[in-house]
């Protein structure tokens, strides 16, 4: 397993495997890896010889204090984790100094609308942080290609609007939602989980399978309604959010059309833990 810690480090092994034409795709995380990552990994590795994993908390798209200071951080186990794939898998694990020089703050983005829906309602200025720091990332790991998991498919439209932006050389693809057997998004917040929040938070994915089930003969407005009825009656549960929306560029539903694709989205709360899931519902 090869540990890269610094920007010039990073940018000569990238360089040397360059010299040699082997192609490099890049997993961009926050550490406390899982089976999702995982995918992830597994699924660059048939696209590309060598793939890298940043691992990294970005202080820049927290803006709870608190949440950063308990976001999990395990990079020994993380290493570990990793360290089946041999040399086809190196860890960049920079510090905040290594990513953004003296400056730890974020660039103001326009994304065309669709950092200020959902997430960006909640979260104000994350999205600022994560376009931020990818594009720090981007431009140090220069990957052919990066891989993103669909569980944050807002995210993933960001990131893809981004590379645009910056005129980045590398493609982004978004990969299924890697789930537990109990529908249960993987996620690296599900570390700080009790096993009954666990086992409670697979209500999130039985409401977004009857979401689906249920699209095509109710109204967004019905949907939304019942939703929202449902965790006002689950004691384990508080909802933040929960949206229908097209699949391309956010905007919520109000009228359905044919030919245009929708997903639901939901924020909730187990507990202090905020969890996020989506499906694809037509």
Not at 59 to 79: A, I, M
């Amino acid at each position: 397993m090869n540990l890269i810690k610094t920007k010039t480090e990073i940018e000569k092994y990238v360089s040397e495997k360059r010299k040699q034409k082997f192609s490099i795709g890049f997993v961009p995380t926050m550490g406390a890896l899982h089976e999702g990552h995982a995918s992830l990994i597994e699924y660059a590795l048939k696209h590309h010889d060598y793939v890298i994993v940043s691992i990294f908390v970005n202080p820049t798209q927290f803006n709870n204090s608190s949440d950063l200071e308990k976001y999990p951080r395990t990079l020994d186990q993380d290493t570990s984790f990793l360290s089946t794939y041999g040399k086809s898998v190196s860890i960049y694990a920079p510090t905040p100094q290594e990513v953004y020089g003296n400056q730890v703050v974020s660039k103001q983005y326009n994304f065309k609308g669709i950092e200020h829906v959902m997430e960006g309602t909640h979260r104000p200025g994350h999205f600022d942080g994560v376009g931020t720091v990818l594009n720090h990332l981007f431009r140090q790991v220069n990957p052919d290609e990066a891989f993103f998991g669909e569980k944050d498919f807002q995210q993933l439209l960001i990131v893809k609007k981004l590379v645009e932006i910056e005129k980045l050389p590398l493609k982004i693809t978004g990969c299924p939602i890697h789930r537990q057997k109990n529908g249960l998004a993987m996620s690296s917040r599900n570390a700080r989980l009790t096993p009954q929040q666990l086992e409670e938070a697979t209500f999130i994915y039985k409401i977004l399978k009857q979401v689906k089930e249920d699209f095509e003969t109710k109204s967004a407005k019905t949907l939304r309604a019942w939703v929202t009825t449902q965790f006002k009656n689950n004691p384990h549960l508080t909802l933040e959010y929960f949206e229908i929306s097209n699949s391309t560029h956010l905007r919520p539903l109000s009228r359905k059309r044919t030919h245009q694709k929708y997903r639901a989205f939901i924020a909730a709360f187990a507990g202090e833990i905020r969890l996020i899931d989506n499906m694809a519902i037509n």
